[in-house]
């Protein structure tokens, strides 16, 4: 199918920004802790005016964050797409609970805390008892901003999956005072520089420092430079 300017989707630009069309809404939202830094949840801190078209920046270095600024060309961004293009479900490890199966693919990782909570998502599928583990477990995995988990229904085999409208989310992490990704939501097509579309997806994280070794998707790599 033809994609026009006016279809919703993400165009990825050789060593450049994120061409976004479709009208698609833009806003930021950060991950907060509660008052014991412990259980996290995400809040809307800015919707910024709705436009057809924008671009966002790739780079890290725009100083009109989160659009470009044309920074990318003076100092010879290197933009190289770098993931792969084979399905999730084929690269995803399967952990298996008594009415979940929970599925990690680890590259896709953002690092966006939310897995951790409440001793682990992972264990807590495996040691899966009563709704209220239940509970917790796709409240774990739809706070997941990357996609890096998903769940699928044991008996069903098909996805868990938060409803989730087309938009973008520019992530700050209150935890380690770190610019996260471009977190995507809601099915929207990505397509690479050379034309070809990713594998549609519920969620995903766009990598905008421009340090990522899984170009375009963000590897959590901003973290380790806040760190540093």
Known sequence: MKQTEKSARIKVVKNGPYLVFGSL????????????????????TKTFPLKETYSLCRCGQSKTKPFCDGTHSRIGFDGTETADRKSFQ???????GQDLVLLDAVEYCASAHFCTRAGGTWDLVEQESGAEAKRIIKKEVADCPSGR???????????????????????????????????????IPLEGADGKLYEL??????????????KPFCDGWHVAEAEE
């Open 149 to 187: 988990l998903v769940l699928l229904d044991k008996k069903t085999k098909k996805e868990i999956e938060p409803n989730l409208k087309p938009e973008i989310s520019v992530a700050y992490d209150t935890l380690t005072r770190s610019e996260g990704p471009l977190w995507v939501k809601g099915m």
């Open 25 to 44: 809404p833009l806003n930021a939202q950060k991950i907060m802790p509660d008052k014991d830094d412990y259980l996290l949840a995400w809040k809307k």
């Open 90 to 96: 084929s690269k995803a490890e399967k952990y298996v």
């Open 201 to 214: 997806r519920n969620r995903v994280t766009l990598c905008r420092c421009g340090k990522s070794h899984n």
